[in-house]
């Protein structure tokens, strides 16, 4: 029952196809998706499934069976099911791991439990070695990659196509006499071995010595020159580096002679760079194992790391090789280029590997740089087609000099010189990554440093604090985030910077816990509480926002002003009017004043600098004022409120006089809706109170001087109003490129503009004189100034603050999920260093990797399941009935029957008129009526819930018995729709 079924021809031979079973899932199959599972985990689950089927929980066979893989598009699988149904696919799995190196990782731990199960059956070394007989046959001077204990190949001479067909290549008396003996489970392995009879050796030529692995992965353009560079032959004969010639990082290959009296080269055109990354050999530092088991035990050099990995640069590759650092402690291998290498290294040295590396490929940090800007069209797909566009033209112009050299040594028929076959063929350009490879490796280098964005993010404060929100970004939520978002809502402070960025699923509703973290936020960090808030709604009285910031009493709040001249504006018959500029001219004069100190002294430097360009000898003031622009208005001079009482009397005569005939254009049409003027002018009078200036508070920032005509002018920045967010708004909307992205790209986009948007505003609040530098790495800020202050006595950045420890804050997507109980997985594909056979077929058994989302729209697109936390306390829960689908949940089977399970139990009774179901109705009922005293927001999880109990009603209960109550207008009736309708002249000719 549960071992493995192998099939076999009627020739005895084993069948490595695909079942039926394996073909249907592959046609139905989704993108695999959650985390992978704790090698504790995965033997638990494997025990329970072993006793519910009632087998042997000591037979480590039969749990082995019922363990699940959790690597590709297979994850979930048992291996008992991969065995029967997928052969091929295992056995080519095992043999690409033959040089895999074994780590503590779940992964790599669950990888060999099943190359130990399989192996564990005489039928799984079979099919191994005839696999590995295949692959031989196709390359027969290859070296045997791995062959499993207790088999023996043939000579490759020997091998026919009888021979493959049949069973007559295992000889009987060669097949493993021993039985399956289980072996106790084990979480630590040795490096596989193979035996030295299944190793045909291939002996380094003695033009070409380079490691043998190095030339699966690097271009037979590159082996030769590297060869000459690097390596030398050993006493073995055999490749081994050079270490005089170790004297820096990056290698040439050779130029192309100048004079071009020999015959060309293409390595000397078409080669690729070389980064030989051995920090240990390079820099002599000391290196330490990570594993918290060694205490720090030293590292040791272990030889050159198989994997030579080509980089993606600005205009063409690059290659990257490292070294093996090995422990005497624990025997494990850690590799140069992995992160606990990385971090173990100075900043002077950690900045000197320039590369970030994905699941197959790596990038230069030049490159990423570029995708890191968030304006306006900056997106993957435009930077592949610039990177793929320069890589094209380097490739032309050194394909153009190449033959242009080769033509030189070629005549026509009768002057021959050489013939063009003995010319080096062409190389081909190495291909472009796709654009979800670009997106994906910019995600994984912002959830690589998400600790460093959040902190910076919440070590943002401001004396004078702003709130607003917008629709206009959630639009682009897309996947199982899409329709959840209603509002983002932004808080700034006087300098521009944005304190915290959050998604809910209405306006003003659900930002507690937003309100709290920034109060918590203060306090923890010993701050004083902001004096002044601007809203453009809730401004008066006990108001929710007053509620909402309790905890600091004495912060003022006052209105917007652009809201409320919006507000009065709204009695205008339409915008295109002729009065409009000049309504809205003086209703702004209505409420602010200049400073006459100011004023004075800028007509005093704007008349200095009239007399200077020799225009006017004398000029009035009012051929000053006429020179005086509105941005020299702003920046040099400073306003005030007129106070409560003289603003009201203002406004007041303003709208008395352009509700008469002064109100009217010149084809006589009005600006001012009588009736409605009046209307909005009485319910927002009481708010002329609300945008008076705090006394006491400043508002005016100097941040500079500037010289105009001789006469030294301030520069003022003013705090006053939400409008630095109203332009933040248009920013964050461009901070998401293209119309549509997922929530986790969502999220990564939106914590990185958040923090360059806010360096950014730090770096014009500290330097008047434009930027100097510009980086948004506060470890390297913070690490640099250290540095300098030891050498030099001096910080290089001198206004970079250290941002406190992170406060826990939800941001962006993450606060959306949690209003609706749902989980933001920030799963990326995994950084691994597992060595990839050449042969092993991409196109049939790919592993799959998360891509990221594309930018068009898909229409078939399905959301997955989403993940869900547990229920708030706050929250109402559901009743006793169907639970809420889980994360792991993903058996529609299971579902099924849960339906039927829930349908039976309630379809028993019946209600008053006899007509069975009623029990589902009062179901549905009794579950609205926990939301009678709720006035919070009701979560997607429960909305879905109240689908469920509505879809799982009869049709009978589901029927409309009435026609629908409300009607756009009435058409019959003493109340009925009027025909005539009232026309002001002249009014729609101002609308075309």
């Known amino acids: 029952m549960f071992r493995p079924t192998f099939r076999r021809s009627e020739e005895g031979a084993l069948i490595l196809e695909d079942t039926s079973a394996a073909v249907v899932f592959n046609s139905l199959r989704k993108r695999p998706t959650g985390k992978c599972l704790t090698p504790d985990d995965v033997r638990q689950d494997a025990l329970k499934e072993v006793c519910r089927l009632g087998g042997n929980t000591k037979d480590e066979c039969d749990v082995l069976g019922c363990y699940k893989f959790q690597h590709s598009k297979y994850s979930g699988q048992t291996f008992k099911w991969m065995v029967e149904n997928v052969l091929e696919y295992a056995v080519c799995f095992v043999i690409k791991m033959a040089n895999e190196i074994p780590s503590t990782s779940s992964l790599s731990i669950n990888k060999f439990n099943f190359k130990r199960y399989l192996e564990s059956f005489p039928e799984g070394k079979e099919a191994i070695a005839m696999k590995e007989i295949k692959r031989r046959r196709k390359c027969p001077t290859r070296q045997t990659s ?18 493959l067909s049949g069973t007559d290549v295992f000889d009987a008396s060669l097949q493993p006499s021993t039985s399956y003996a289980p072996a106790q489970p084990n979480t630590s392995y040795e490096p596989v071995s193979t035996m030295p009879s299944t190793t045909i050796t291939i002996k380094q ?108 640069d600005l ?124 997106l994906t490796i910019y995600c994984n280098e912002v959830m690589g440093r998400i600790d460093e964005l959040k902190a910076s993010i919440t070590s943002t404060f401001g004396r004078v604090l702003k709130i607003d929100s917008t629709k206009r970004i959630v639009r682009k939520l897309a996947g199982r985030a899409c329709g959840t978002g209603a509002w983002a809502t932004n808080v700034g402070n006087e300098y521009g910077q944005v304190l915290i960025t959050v998604l809910t699923a209405a306006e003003g509703c659900g930002l507690n816990n ?156 009005p600006l001012l809706d009588s009736e409605q003027t009046w209307d909005i002018w009485s319910s927002q009078e009481r708010h002329i109170a609300c945008i008076q200036d705090p006394e006491g508070i400043p508002l005016y920032t100097k941040t500079s001087e500037m010289l105009k005509g001789g006469v030294t002018l301030p520069v003022y920045r003013c705090a006053r109003g939400s409008t630095s967010l109203e332009s933040f708004h248009l920013h964050l909307n461009r901070f998401i490129p293209g119309e549509r992205a997922s929530d986790l790209h969502f999220q990564a986009y939106l ?45 290089v950045y001198k206004s970079f603050i250290i941002p406190n420890k992170y406060t826990g804050e939800l941001i962006g997507v993450e606060y959306l999920y949690n209003q609706s109980n749902k989980v933001l997985e920030t799963q990326f594909p995994v950084k691994t260093d597992t060595i990839y056979d050449e042969d092993f077929d991409e196109e049939i058994y790919t592993f799959d990797v998360d891509e990221g989302y594309d930018d068009k729209t ?22 006793q009935l169907e639970p809420l689908p889980s994360c792991d949940d993903n058996d529609d089977d299971d579902g099924e029957g849960k339906a039927a399970l829930f349908d039976t139990e309630l379809e028993d009774s019946t209600g008053p008129d006899n ?78």
């Not at 791995?146 to 021979?163: A, F, H």
């Not at 010595?209 to 992965?217: A, E, F, G, S, V």
């Not at 850690?334 to 699941?359: C, M, T």
């Not at 100190?597 to 004398?618: F, Y």
Request: charged content about 25%; glycine content about 4%.
């Open 315 to 438: 205009d063409c590759h690059y290659f990257l090789a490292t070294e093996q650092l090995r422990c005497s402690n624990c025997k494990q291998r850690q590799i140069g280029w992995s992160e606990n290498i990385l971090k173990q290294l100075d900043l002077a040295h950690r900045l000197q590997f320039p590369v970030v590396l994905s699941y197959h490929l790596a990038c230069d940090n030049r490159v990423l740089q570029l995708l890191k800007y968030r304006g306006l069209g900056n997106s993957p797909s435009q930077l592949r087609q610039q990177v793929l566009e320069q890589h094209t033209r380097r490739w032309n112009e050194r394909v153009a000099l190449y033959l242009e050299n080769c033509k030189k040594f070629c005549g026509s028929r009768d002057d021959y010189v050489i013939a063009a076959s003995k010319f080096d063929e062409v190389s081909k350009m190495i291909p472009v990554p796709s654009v979800q490879w670009f």
């Open 858 to 879: 898909q229409p078939d697109y399905k959301p997955p399941k989403r993940c869900f936390k547990p229920r708030n306390a706050k929250e109402p829960s559901p009743p």
């Open 205 to 312: 030529s003695e033009d070409c010595l380079i490691p043998d692995k190095w030339k699966k992965n690097l271009p037979e353009i590159d082996q030769q020159w590297i060869s000459k560079t690097l390596f030398k032959k050993s006493k073995k004969g055999t490749a081994e580096l050079d270490s005089t010639k170790l004297k820096q990082l990056w290698y040439y290959p050779p130029q192309p002679d100048p004079l071009n009296k020999n015959i060309p080269m293409a390595n000397s055109y078409f080669g690729h760079r070389l980064l030989l990354w051995l920090p240990r050999k390079t820099w002599q530092v000391k290196l330490v194992c990570p594993r918290p088991e060694c205490k720090s035990y030293p590292l040791t050099s272990g030889g050159l790391h198989g994997i030579v990995r080509p980089v993606l």
């Open 514 to 669: 937003m309100t709290n973290g920034i109060i918590n936020r203060y306090a923890l960090a010993g701050v004083p509480p902001p004096e002044i808030l601007y809203v453009d709604r809730d401004c008066c009285g006990h108001s929710s926002i007053r509620k909402m910031f309790s905890a600091w009493p004495d912060m003022k709040i006052r209105l917007d002003i652009w809201h409320f001249m919006r507000r009065i504006a709204a009695a205008c018959s339409t915008e295109s009017h002729q009065l409009y500029p000049i309504f809205l001219k003086r209703l702004s004069a209505c409420i602010f004043e200049w400073s006459a100190d100011d004023v004075e002294r800028l007509k005093l430097a704007k008349r200095e600098q009239l007399i200077a360009s020799k225009k006017h000898s004398n000029p009035t003031d009012d051929i000053i004022l006429k020179n005086i622009s509105k941005k020299e208005y702003a920046l040099h001079c400073r306003r005030t409120t007129r106070g409560t009482r003289e603003t009201a009397n203002l406004i007041r005569e303003l709208l008395t006089s352009l509700d008469g005939e002064e109100g009217r254009d010149t084809m006589g049409v």
């Open 751 to 795: 914590m990185d503009g958040l923090v360059r948007w806010n360096a950014n505003r730090a770096l014009a609040a500290t330097q008047s004189g434009g930027p100097i530098s510009s980086t948004y790495s506060g470890l390297h800020q913070h690490a640099l100034n250290i540095l300098a202050e030891q050498v030099i006595g001096k910080k």
């Open 915 to 992: 007509i069975p179901g009623y029990a589902k109705v009062e179901a549905l009922a009794d579950y609205l009526m926990q939301f009678k005293e709720d006035s919070g927001v009701i979560s997607q999880s429960h909305a879905e819930h109240v689908a469920k109990l509505w879809n799982n009603l009869d049709a009978y209960d589901k029927t409309i018995k009435r026609k629908a109550r409300h009607q756009d207008y009435l058409t019959k009736g003493r109340f009925k729709k009027s025909k005539t309708t009232s026309v002001i002249p002249g009014f729609e000719s101002t609308r075309r």
């Open 146 to 163: 791995y062959i499993p204990v207790g088999i023996k190949l043939q000579k490759v001479e020997d091998v026919t196509d009888e021979t």
